[in-house]
């Protein structure tokens, strides 16, 4: 068979991957995007049986892709931590997915490889904003104070590089990035000897430069909102940027709403620690909406529903329900 990686583009897919291939290795065709392409299953050709890994892309976005690989006597390998209500058993499926608060893709491919490449996961976890997990995950793994500083340094960049509305805003093709990623068994040596890592380095601080100032849009005592101008580094810093707003708001959520070229808007959304609800369950009432418990975003909301957007997530925030 024809074999196939999909894989998320930021640090979570990058590392799952970057595990994955370096204890089973397999000649495959990669396949990633930015941050919010995620149906990937649809850019498999057809008419041929397929072997296929897909790493942090969301089951319930790719569930028909799968039936069709499956269908045509394909496999397909998941793993996966967002939210799979449309998943089913099958004899050529192996589905590694769980949705639960504190993992994330690379934790799953940690736990399937027995924690061999132990410091890969603990950058994504990093930079999928699993701050606790990896702290945890790094004092157990033996790493030293400045040695978690670099892993959490890593894998927030490794994540800023993935968000955009197109490959044109990013630093680096996911493809490309993983490939440099790949000549290094450990994430400090990459740190020390790639290029690709100096390049987001310099390119994530001129970006920061550029949001000093920014003001909320609105706000209240459970959220508050940001509206980013149209511009490539409020496309590349609006994951990322959620992450650390949220960090500091205070137990209360975070919305970022980025500018599309088309005049809509790409949301980013954040749940604080002292909210119950859930960013998933929200975000999914809008078309390509999704997420996890605590992240989620919106691929595209029209700009006439932004204010109607703003009013139902706080109302979201003051229910009793997820």
């Known amino acids: 068979m024809n074999a196939y990686d999909l894989f998320n583009g930021d640090a979570d897919g990058l590392c799952a991957l970057h595990q994955l291939r370096l204890v089973e290795p397999r000649d495959s065709v990669l ?49 996966d931590h967002h939210s799979a209500k449309k998943l089913f058993r099958h004899p050529q499926l192996t589905a590694h997915i769980d949705s639960g608060l504190d993992v994330c893709t690379s934790i799953l491919v940690d736990r399937h490889l027995g924690g061999v490449l132990r410091q890969w996961a603990i950058v994504a976890a990093y930079g999928d904003n699993l ?12 790493c030293t104070a400045a040695t978690r500083g670099a892993l959490a340094q890593l894998g ?31 994430p400090l040596d990459f740190m020390a000897k790639a290029y690709e890592f100096r390049r987001l380095l310099e390119g994530h601080a001129s970006d920061l430069k550029a949001v000093q100032g920014l003001t909320p849009y609105t706000a209240n005592d459970k959220a508050t909102v940001y509206v980013l101008p149209d511009r490539a580094w409020a496309r590349r810093l609006c994951g990322t940027l959620a992450n650390q707003l949220v960090a500091r708001n205070n137990g209360r959520s975070v919305a970022v709403l980025t500018p599309r070229s088309d005049g809509d808007f790409l949301v980013s959304l954040r749940i604080g620690s002292a909210s119950a609800s859930r960013a998933d369950v929200f975000c999914s009432r809008y078309p390509a909406g999704g997420g996890r418990h605590g992240a989620g ?11 109607r957007f703003i009013n139902e997530f706080f109302a979201h925030l003051e229910s009793d329900t997820p």
């Open 31 to 79: 396949i990633s995007g930015v941050k919010r392409d995620i149906a990937l299953f649809d850019q498999l050709p057809s008419g041929r049986p397929l072997q296929v890994t897909a790493l942090d892309i969301s089951w319930d976005r790719n569930a028909q892709g799968v039936c069709r690989v499956l269908n045509g006597g394909g496999q397909v390998t998941y793993f």
């Open 131 to 142: 701050d606790a997990v990896a702290d945890r995950m790094a004092r157990e793994h033996g």
């Open 156 to 186: 927030y960049l490794l994540n800023y590089n993935a968000y955009g509305e197109s490959r044109e805003d990013l630093h680096f093709c996911p493809v490309q990035l993983y490939r440099s990623m790949h000549r290094f068994e450990s």
């Open 297 to 307: 975003g919106i691929d595209r909301l029209p700009d006439q529903d932004m204010d």
